[in-house]
T-cell receptor
Framework: DTGVTQSPTHLIKTRGQQVTLRCSPI?????VSWYQQVLGQGPQFIFQ???????GRGNFPDRFSARQFPNYSSELNVNALLLGDSALYLC????????????FGQGTRLTVV | DAKTTQPTSMDCAEGRAANLPCNHS???????VYWYRQIHSQGPQYIIH???NNETNEMASLIITEDRKSSTLILPHATLRDTAVYYC????????????FGKGTLLTVNP
């Protein structure tokens, strides 16, 4: 049983550019969530998608958007990158949307220069 | 999610039990207590969760006080590979779609 896979693992972008991060959940999991983790802090919730619909959104600007595809994979898009967007972006999948354990991928390390 | 409070860091000798406390005095009746850990540069890993009864699995035991205002995660025989940041999260209720992570406890297991 493969785990949650994220791509790419590392990425360097320039301020003002746009980035797309990808996530494939565990087979059979219909919920995907995205988290941002800056150095020294715990992960912060960005989005959750369940059955291809947005279930929740964290306190992030509109530059952040996401979607979930029919096969339950997901993409996180960030526009007009700022230096402060440099972080580890984590994807988590779970069977349902609530009260079940979440399985995290290894993350995408985004560096904005 | 209710706020949780954890010590910033703890040490434990290899082979001994590690007992990690968590305070969640404002937890509501439908919120579960979840524990995750994050080994350096990896994604968080689910450990265990419970509502009001004590729970045990192959990784750890979770002891929740009767008033549910605090809990303890127990790693019965800590190894060097258990060195990680441990997060206690009160999860459920109206915002049950997200996990609210604090700063967690850095557990260092020493040889």
């Amino acid at each position: 049983d493969t785990g949650v896979t994220q791509s790419p693992t590392h990425l360097i972008k320039t301020r003002g550019q746009q980035v797309t991060l990808r996530c494939s959940p565990i087979s059979g999991h219909k919920s995907v969530s995205w988290y941002q983790q800056v150095l020294g802090q715990g992960p912060q919730f960005i989005f959750q998608y369940y059955e291809k619909e947005e279930r929740g959104r964290g306190n992030f600007p509109d530059r952040f958007s996401a979607r979930q595809f029919p096969n339950y994979s997901s993409e996180l898009n960030v526009n007009a990158l700022l230096l402060g967007d440099s972080a580890l972006y984590l994807c988590a999948s779970s069977k349902r949307g609530e009260n079940t354990e979440a399985f995290f991928g290894q993350g995408t390390r985004l560096t904005v220069v | 999610d209710a706020k949780t409070t954890q010590p910033t860091s703890m040490d434990c000798a290899e082979g001994r039990a590690a007992n990690l406390p968590c305070n969640h005095s404002t937890i509501s009746g439908n919120e579960y207590v979840y524990w995750y850990r994050q080994i350096h540069s990896q994604g968080p890993q689910y450990i265990i969760h419970g509502l009001k009864n004590n729970e045990t699995n192959e990784m750890a035991s979770l002891i929740i006080t009767e008033d549910r205002k605090s809990s303890t995660l127990i790693l019965p025989h800590a190894t060097l590979r258990d060195t990680a940041v441990y997060y206690c999260i009160a999860h459920g209720g109206g915002s049950n779609y997200k996990l609210t992570f604090g700063k967690g406890t850095l557990l260092t297991v020493n040889p």
